[in-house]
């Protein structure tokens, strides 16, 4: 009755969309003992230290005001330069850089500061939960366009086309992909960005997981063609410094664009956490040893967990980035809720069911192997069992 009486005052985005399917499992986990978690999206190591100094030094200094609405000055020069190195993009930290609480907040001004009502959004599924309800709260349309595991989960050209109609404004892209782990190659972005040009799209490039790439040098979306006056690159600290919880993002891209995204933040935001913006200036200036070490790190996970879900009969292309693998369970006869909710009640590990992502992530489960090789071997020695009881049952 509450919630009926409520409705009358909520908006209908607001009500339209569902909480992420992801958080049911872990409330659900989290009310169990000894459960192996591979649900999260988030590194098992702690922030390096010189990163968590630089913030105390920070306080130490008294710095515990608001900094510029669009970060820090020295942070962005240090992003401009970052970027420039490792991903050979250039933007100008004075006015084509907004630094932001997390990607996440990148993403919400991005959509925001693009999409007028009704507009639509191409979202490429498996994607990332939060996409398609950000689209939503920025009053546009998600358009839904699914990959397959036949084709590794890279977005095929012709399906843009497909979805593509005159209310089209934007497209949002995800490499390394979260969560398939797919990574697309130099030659997989040319194609899209033709379609792209053709069409005249906006790009919105999440790049949060470029760091963490085993397979390939890592390509950039707007070091592509022309691409870069169309696009709108997302990153931030999150996974390859291994800092969710200071929550720091950065959006890059055409200056009419980034200004507009700053107006937004400006108004929503102020700023960025002042200590957290210290602490990526360090992770930046001394963080890539850190960076190395815990890639090399899920590099050998990936290869332990993909071994192993193979040789127990669950078909998994090796994901080229990231730090989760999607492995099929069809040939269990179980939906990927029904073999995420079995898994976690009969060998209490918790994976996310693939259906969580969208359409085509059905038949699919979610594994991250951000977590210790030991916890590793346990649970892939557990989802092996429940797979041979459930055979001789
Ligand atoms: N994009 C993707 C693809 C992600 O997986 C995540 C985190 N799970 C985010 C963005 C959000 O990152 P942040 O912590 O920087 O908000």
Same mark, same amino acid.
């Not at 390859?240 to 937004?264: E, S, Y």
């Given at each position: 009755?509450?919630?009926?009486?409520?409705?009358?005052?909520?908006? %209908?985005?607001?009500?339209?969309?569902?909480?992420?399917?992801?958080?049911?499992?872990? %409330?659900?986990?989290?009310?169990?003992?000894?459960? =192996?978690?591979?649900?999260?999206?988030?590194? &098992?190591?702690?922030?390096?230290?010189?990163?968590?100094?630089?913030?105390?030094?920070?306080?130490?200094?008294?710095?515990?005001?608001?900094?510029?609405?669009?970060?820090?000055?020295?942070?962005?020069?240090?992003?401009?330069?970052?970027?420039?190195?490792?991903?050979?993009?250039?933007?100008?930290?004075?006015?084509?850089?907004?630094?932001?609480?997390?990607?996440?907040?990148?993403?919400?001004?991005?959509? @925001?500061?693009?999409?007028?009502?009704?507009?639509?959004?191409?979202?490429?599924?498996?994607?990332?939960?939060?996409?398609?309800?950000?689209?939503?709260?920025?009053?546009?349309?998600?358009? /839904?366009?699914?990959?397959?595991?036949?084709? %590794?989960?890279?977005? /095929?050209?012709?399906?843009?086309?497909?979805?593509?109609?005159?209310?089209?404004?934007?497209?949002?892209?995800?490499?390394?992909?979260?969560?398939?782990?797919?990574?697309?190659? +130099?030659?997989?972005?040319?194609?899209?960005?033709?379609?792209?040009? +053709?069409?005249?799209?906006?790009? =919105?490039?999440?790049?949060?997981?470029?760091?963490?790439?085993? &397979?390939?040098?890592?390509?950039?979306?707007?070091?592509?063609?022309?691409?870069?006056? @169309?696009?709108?690159?997302?990153?931030?600290?999150?996974?390859?410094?291994?800092?969710?919880?200071?929550?720091?993002?950065?959006?890059?891209?055409?200056? &009419?664009?980034?200004?507009?995204?700053?107006?937004?933040?400006?108004?929503?935001?102020?700023?960025?956490?002042?200590?957290?913006? #210290?602490?990526?200036? %360090?992770?930046?200036?001394?963080?890539?040893? &850190?960076?190395?070490?815990?890639?090399?790190?899920?590099? /050998?996970?990936?290869?332990?967990?993909? #071994?192993?879900?193979?040789?127990?009969?669950?078909?998994?292309?090796?994901?080229?980035?990231?730090?989760?693998?999607?492995?099929?369970?069809?040939?269990?006869?179980?939906?990927?809720?029904?073999?995420?909710?079995?898994?976690?009640?009969?060998?209490?590990?918790?994976?996310?069911?693939?259906?969580?992502?969208?359409?085509?992530?059905?038949?699919?489960? @979610?594994?991250?192997?951000?977590?210790?090789?030991?916890?590793?071997?346990?649970?892939?020695?557990?989802?092996?069992?429940?797979?041979?009881?459930?055979?001789?049952?």
């Amino acid at each position: 009755m509450i919630t009926e009486q409520r409705s009358k005052y909520l908006s %209908d985005s607001v009500q339209s969309i569902q909480p992420s399917g992801i958080r049911r499992f872990f %409330d659900l986990a989290s009310s169990m003992e000894n459960v =192996i978690s591979l649900g999260v999206g988030e590194p &098992d190591f702690v922030t390096p230290w010189n990163v968590i100094e630089a913030s105390y030094h920070s306080l130490e200094q008294g710095y515990t005001a608001y900094t510029a609405n669009a970060g820090l000055l020295e942070l962005r020069k240090e992003i401009s330069r970052y970027m420039r190195r490792r991903f050979g993009v250039t933007y100008s930290a004075e006015n084509e850089m907004v630094v932001t609480v997390g990607a996440s907040q990148a993403i919400d001004i991005a959509l @925001r500061a693009v999409v007028n009502p009704g507009e639509e959004v191409i979202v490429v599924e498996p994607s990332f939960v939060s996409y398609a309800p950000t689209v939503t709260l920025a009053g546009g349309v998600p358009v /839904q366009v699914q990959t397959y595991s036949e084709n %590794d989960f890279k977005l /095929q050209p012709e399906h843009i086309e497909e979805a593509v109609t005159e209310k089209t404004k934007a497209i949002l892209l995800c490499s390394p992909n979260n969560p398939t782990g797919t990574v697309l190659s +130099k030659t997989d972005l040319q194609k899209i960005a033709e379609v792209v040009e +053709k069409h005249d799209l906006l790009v =919105i490039s999440d790049e949060i997981y470029a760091e963490l790439t085993y &397979d390939e040098p890592y390509t950039s979306f707007p070091s592509v063609g022309k691409m870069k006056e @169309r696009t709108i690159l997302i990153s931030g600290f999150s996974k390859a410094f291994a800092m969710t919880g200071w929550r720091l993002g950065f959006a890059c891209g055409p200056k &009419d664009v980034l200004q507009a995204m700053l107006k937004i933040h400006q108004y929503t935001m102020m700023c960025a956490p002042t200590m957290a913006q #210290h602490a990526a200036l %360090d992770a930046l200036v001394n963080g890539q040893k &850190d960076v190395i070490r815990m890639k090399e790190s899920y590099r /050998q996970r990936r290869s332990l967990v993909t #071994h192993a879900l193979e040789e127990m009969g669950l078909s998994c292309h090796t994901p080229g980035g990231a730090f989760y693998v999607f492995p099929s369970i069809k040939n269990t006869g179980l939906s990927s809720e029904e073999f995420a909710e079995q898994l976690l009640m009969k060998e209490q590990v918790a994976v996310v069911p693939g259906s969580v992502f969208g359409e085509s992530g059905e038949g699919h489960i @979610r594994c991250s192997y951000a977590t210790s090789i030991a916890k590793l071997e346990e649970a892939m020695k557990r989802i092996k069992r429940f797979i041979e009881n459930r055979e001789t049952a």
